[in-house]
């Protein structure tokens, strides 16, 4: 009943939220000089603090307009490549470019957020680059008549979208997709498909969850699976086109992100209002910004999450050389010409460090030349696919794999 009772609050919330956006946007045009006296601007930041606190369930747009390729700026349109029930490919076609650009595959993650997450990553990617997205549906969104959606079929997901992309594509995974992404090549390696990657970097991923491990390591251990099952997995209410399906809810996962930096969120919020009652709209934007994104939830299929738990966080199946995908074991040493480069962030508390080079250990046959590391000094876990750091440091390091590769 979790899923139920939290649609009744939002719904309890929804006529106090609509006056808040209504009054936030219409502040200037009706009440012009109003908002200069410290008290109305007092009051419309409070307005504005409670309709940015709202958490919301579909995808913010990417809004990547323009971007600089070479020494001169080229629209950028999205179009989907191909759309899968659970899943669209998504690219980023740019008009004008001179000559082709190496085509990448940005595998975001499916953890309770959408894919716009990256959306940092993504517009830096196209400088150089003919980018891709798996775009993930959110599960309450999806018919019961669309069947189910676990790790294997993540994994099967990954193989039909490079497949779509053709032979010299490369492939990037953020955090979580990293063990479905090795694995994916891997079995194209096993299968010699003419179209395995030329290189797949892989960014704060749980290759090896034994080493280092986290808080989040230690939440999804110190409970046996059935915990998991009968307290995290809920069903879909009937006002949506999923009714029915078996899901780990967005918000669920969300709350338990946030409660870990609990005095960190409250502490933003109360700089949001007292930028925006100090008319200090630079700094609000940013604020704003970043959770406009970060309370935008998504559903997770319980399979696919249980799997999740099960396979990647309590018994490593990867990298103890044991998982397997339709019926056969996913053998890392198959891969010899896909070269790898992992990257980890010195203060990842997600995914710490030493959990994502495991995964040179898995690939046993790639020769020293094809096998990169790099450990980003001074960063979190976002450091290292977003912001200041993963432009001027991280970025450099896929681009020249990528190039080197192709």
């Not at 669309?146 to 490369?170: K, Q």
């Not at 070269?339 to 046959?365: K, Y």
Request: contains cysteine; charged residues 20%; glycine residues 6%.
């Amino acid at each position: 009943m979790l899923y139920q009772a939290y649609q009744a609050y939002c719904d309890m919330l929804a006529p106090a939220r609509f006056a808040a956006r209504t009054a936030t946007r219409w502040r200037d045009a009706a009440l012009a000089g109003a908002t200069d006296r410290p008290l109305a601007r007092r009051l419309f930041a409070l307005c504005e603090v409670f309709e940015a606190a709202a958490i919301t369930h579909h995808r913010p747009d990417f809004a990547i307009d323009e971007v600089l390729s070479g020494n001169r700026m080229v629209k950028v349109r999205e179009e989907a490549a191909l759309r899968l029930p659970f899943g669209d490919l998504l690219h980023f076609a740019k008009d004008d470019v001179a000559t082709p650009q190496p085509r990448v595959l940005v595998v975001a993650p499916l953890s309770g957020h959408f894919a716009t997450l990256l959306r940092n990553t993504v517009e830096t990617l196209l400088h150089d680059h003919d980018v891709y997205i798996t775009d993930w549906r959110n599960a309450r969104d999806v018919p019961l008549s669309a069947g189910r959606f676990d790790l294997e079929d993540y994994t099967d997901y990954v193989i039909r979208f490079l497949r779509e992309l053709g032979p010299g594509a490369h492939v990037l995974a953020v955090c979580q997709p990293c063990v479905p992404v090795l694995a994916a090549v891997a079995v194209m390696a096993q299968d010699h498909d003419p179209c395995q990657p030329r290189s797949m970097s892989l960014l704060g991923g749980p290759i090896d969850t034994r080493e280092s491990p986290t808080v989040v390591n230690t939440l999804a251990t110190e409970k046996p699976l059935a915990w998991f099952e009968d307290n995290l997995i809920h069903h879909v209410p009937l006002r949506y086109a999923g009714a029915g399906r078996q899901v780990y809810p967005g918000f669920v996962q969300l709350s338990a992100f946030m409660s870990m930096n609990l005095g960190r969120h409250f502490g933003q919020f109360r700089q949001l209002y007292q930028h925006l009652a100090d008319l200090e709209e630079e700094e609000a934007a940013k604020i704003e910004d970043f959770y406009e994104e970060y309370l935008a939830v998504l559903d997770l299929t319980a399979e696919f999450y249980i799997d999740t738990i099960d396979k990647v966080f309590q018994r490593a199946l990867l990298a103890q050389g044991e998982l397997m995908h339709r019926g056969r074991k996913v053998d890392c040493g198959a891969i010899r010409h896909t070269a790898l480069l992992t990257v980890e962030g010195e203060r990842d508390d997600i995914c710490a460090v030493g959990q994502t080079a495991a995964a040179h250990f898995l690939c046993s046959s790639l020769r020293p030349h094809l096998k990169r590391h790099h450990l980003q000094p001074g960063v979190g876990h976002y450091g290292i696919f977003s912001g200041s750091r993963w432009e001027r440091q991280v970025y450099p390091q896929v681009r020249n794999l990528v190039l080197a590769m192709s």
